[in-house]
Every structure is written in structure tokens, then in C-alpha cells.
């Protein structure tokens, strides 16, 4: 069995969707000939935690810890608020904080290339000399943060084991760029980190083809794509009853670039149309929501037919995703949107329920969605398009699945097997 350091910021009992790639892949990999040990802070600062993902974590998993000097608990105190930089920029109040404001700028400018830059120069140290003494045959790092990246680029260079990249988001062009108020002076910063760990690793893999593009054009060759996926585990033998209610629902961060003006109007059309469906709709969200959706939700006349909870726990999440009529996701309107591929669509797959895209048709979301012939990606402003989609989702709702589409290509175990191909590719040079 080789051995692999994984080095991430986010593992149990942190929650949300960062932490679920590299959980499962340490779940799986030892199938394949690789025993994870994982690299992670002491004590970390999460925006979301959820201790059942501890019972996920196998015994046999080495788990190594250092402490982290995390900025934003000095930031906070400083501006004696609670209210720093929270998961996907999702706001509680419509009015931005000004201490908010000056806590992303200075996140956007003065801290680079993250917040847990910090952690790069003790984490080095520590890991060189944990090696000497705790060896292995590769080393992973997986961001966001992508100050991961560099700790492993100098723990590589001062060891010379070979390492792998995962960049789970992209780097430069990350989401929410524009919200940090970066100058051009440090974008070009990033540009410059982020081509030096591009460039610099045995390996380096992405989790869409869009970004897998972007980056073999700086590495000057191919990057393989290892998509993000679903532990098929969390989906035997669930029997949950049929909901008579006909839900909508969207599990995950929800932020105000995503917002559905032309969703809610079909919605409410379709309404004032078809009695039955105002009679049978819900629309359900769970998961961070920024205030813009929920405002623009609480206007429309179906606003009493909202459910909202701002976190479950993941087990809980999949029951709700099983027993909704309709699975929504929806694509950030940015400049990446067309590389943008949320987590959570790889659960929507397993969930084998219909799934409606609001986004790009190109996107590669929309990929994923048609090749397993799941449902439909639908242009934001396309509000007919979308009443279509609903009126027929909820005609055939009795109707029995006809997707001829294997969509264990994104089983977590099948994941797993490409990953450590990668890792016995890099590790025989």
C-alpha cells in the first residue's frame, strides 16, 4: 500500500461542500492502493460544521494537525462583530456592514493569496520534518484556499516527492473575485502564484472542462478532469415516502448572482394557470440563502408556500433532495459560469429526480446534466422555457423514470479509481 499526504483545510467536522471531495476520496483510495494520510489545522475557523461527517472518517485514516493562526478571529475582534466573510458571500441583512466592507478589502488586497496564508510557512516546516521520519510516496493539495497549493509546491521542493494539484474551484478567476475589491496589481499576484503551481506540480487536475482547458493552456498540456461526484453508500436503501406535495427544491449555498427573477414569474403563472399545481407546489431551499433571494421569494404570491432552512445536516439533505418532485441548481452569473459545476448536481444524479438548470446551456453543468439525460439547463431569462419545464414535471410527476444514462461515471469509488491512476502515473516517472 503507498502512502499519500493530502493536504486540506477542510475536513470533519467542517461541513458544506468543500469538505465532501477529499473525504470520499480517503474513504476510497485504499481500494485502489493508496492510504491517505491527511494533512489538516489544529484548530481551524469553519462558516459551517457538522459532526456527523466525523463518523465518515475511517479508523484506518492517519489524520496529522497543526495550528493555524486564522486572521478573520482578530478581525473580528477588532470590529467587534460576528459578521466577517461568510461562505459564498451570503448576506443576512440587506444593508452591507462597513467593517464588512473593509474586511474583504483588506481579505482582497493585504491577505494573498487567502486567508490561510499564515499556515504556509509553519505548515512547511512542520511537514518537512514529519516526513523524514513518516514517509510517502505523493503528495496532494486540494483548493480552495489555495494556500494549500503552496505549502505542498515547498514541501515538494524541499523533499522532492512528487505532487499533485487539485484545484476544486479555479484560482484567478474564483467567484467571487469582484467582491474582495481586488486592485490589478494584485490580481496579477494571484496570476503569477497560480501559474507557479500550474506549472511547477507532476500533476495537476481540475473537476470541469472549461477549467481543465483554461489550465493545460498555462501547463502546455493536458489536465485531466476528476469531476466531483456522490457516495452511492448514501443512497442504498432509501425508502422515504412519496411526498403528495409537488416541492422545488434547491439544497445549497443560494447567492444574490443567482438569483431567478424569470423562475419565480413562471412559477406564479403556472399558478394563476393550473389550480392543481397552486394547490400542490412548495418551493423548498435549504442551505445558506442570500437576503436578495429571499426578498425576491417573500414578493411573489407563492411566498407562503416556502420552506426554508438555512443548514441541515448532509444525511438529512440527501432525505430532502429523494422526496423533492423537481431538483434545482443554479448557475453563478459570472465570468466563470461557464466552468461552473456545483456539487451538489452529483447528488441531484443519484437522487434519479428530475433536475432543472437555470444558467448557460453551454455551461458544462449543462454537460453533466444532458449527457445523463437528467433534465434540462435553462437560460436565466428564458421564463417560458421554464413554465414549460414545470408544466411538464409536474404532469409526469407519477410517471416512471426513463433515463437510460449511467451515472455511476460519477460514483465517488469510480472517482476514486481515476485519482489514484493519476497518483501511480506521477509516482512511476
Not at 486564522?70 to 461562505?87: G, H, M, Q, V, W
Not at 505548515?123 to 497549493?149: C, E, Q, R, W
Not at 392543481?276 to 407563492?302: H, I, N
Request: aromatic share 10%; net charge positive.
Amino acid at each position: 500500500m503507498k502512502k499519500v499526504l493530502i493536504i486540506t483545510y477542510y475536513w470533519p467536522p467542517a461541513g458544506g461542500g468543500g469538505v465532501q471531495r477529499w473525504l470520499k476520496f480517503a474513504k476510497y483510495l485504499p481500494e485502489f492502493g493508496w492510504q491517505p494520510v491527511i494533512y489538516t489545522p489544529e484548530n481551524p475557523d469553519y462558516p459551517i460544521y457538522d459532526e456527523t461527517l466525523l463518523q465518515e472518517v475511517s479508523a484506518s485514516v492517519e489524520v496529522v494537525k497543526c495550528p493555524i493562526w486564522e486572521p478573520y478571529r482578530a478581525l473580528r475582534k477588532i470590529s467587534k462583530t460576528d459578521n466577517t466573510i461568510s461562505a459564498g458571500f451570503i448576506r443576512t441583512e440587506k444593508k452591507v456592514k462597513f467593517s464588512t466592507r473593509v474586511i474583504s478589502w483588506i481579505r482582497g488586497n493585504l491577505i494573498i493569496p487567502d486567508a490561510r496564508r499564515f499556515w504556509i510557512s509553519p505548515s512547511t516546516t512542520f511537514l518537512v520534518n514529519y516526513l523524514k521520519d513518516h514517509p510517502v510516496d505523493a503528495i496532494i493539495s486540494t483548493g480552495p484556499p489555495h494556500s494549500m497549493h503552496l505549502i505542498a509546491k515547498k514541501v515538494a521542493k524541499k523533499t522532492g516527492i512528487p505532487w499533485l494539484a487539485d484545484f476544486r474551484d479555479p484560482w484567478v478567476n474564483m467567484d467571487n473575485a469582484d467582491k474582495f475589491q481586488m486592485s490589478s496589481f494584485t490580481r496579477n499576484i494571484h496570476a503569477r502564484l497560480e501559474r507557479s503551481v500550474v506549472k511547477s506540480a507532476a500533476q495537476v487536475v481540475t473537476v470541469g472542462w472549461h477549467w481543465s482547458e483554461n489550465y493545460a493552456k498555462i501547463r502546455g498540456k493536458k489536465v485531466p478532469v476528476i469531476t466531483n461526484g456522490f457516495d452511492h453508500t448514501d443512497f442504498e436503501n432509501l425508502n422515504y415516502p412519496k411526498e403528495s406535495r409537488f416541492i422545488l427544491g434547491h439544497y445549497g449555498t443560494f447567492g444574490d448572482d443567482r438569483n431567478p427573477q424569470a423562475l419565480w414569474d413562471a412559477i406564479e403563472e403556472l399558478r394563476k394557470e393550473d389550480p392543481a399545481f397552486a394547490r400542490d407546489f412548495y418551493l423548498e431551499l435549504v442551505g445558506p440563502t442570500d437576503v436578495e433571494v429571499l426578498d425576491s421569494v417573500k414578493r411573489m404570491p407563492f411566498a407562503d408556500r416556502l420552506l426554508y432552512e438555512a443548514y441541515v445536516k448532509h444525511d438529512e439533505a440527501i432525505k430532502r433532495m429523494k422526496q423533492a418532485a423537481v431538483l434545482l441548481v443554479i448557475i453563478n452569473q459570472n465570468s466563470n459560469q461557464e466552468g461552473r459545476i456545483t456539487g451538489k448536481i452529483f447528488e441531484y444524479l443519484a437522487c434519479d429526480n428530475p433536475i432543472l438548470g437555470v444558467g448557460s446551456p453551454t455551461s458544462d453543468c449543462a454537460r453533466v446534466i444532458h449527457e445523463a439525460q437528467a433534465g434540462e439547463m435553462i437560460s436565466f431569462d428564458d421564463k417560458k422555457g421554464l413554465k414549460a419545464f414545470l408544466q411538464k414535471a409536474f404532469e409526469e410527476r407519477n410517471a416512471s423514470n426513463k433515463r437510460n444514462s449511467d451515472v455511476m461515471i460519477y460514483s465517488r469509488k469510480h472517482l476514486s479509481r481515476l485519482m489514484a491512476a493519476e497518483l501511480d502515473a506521477i509516482t512511476s516517472l
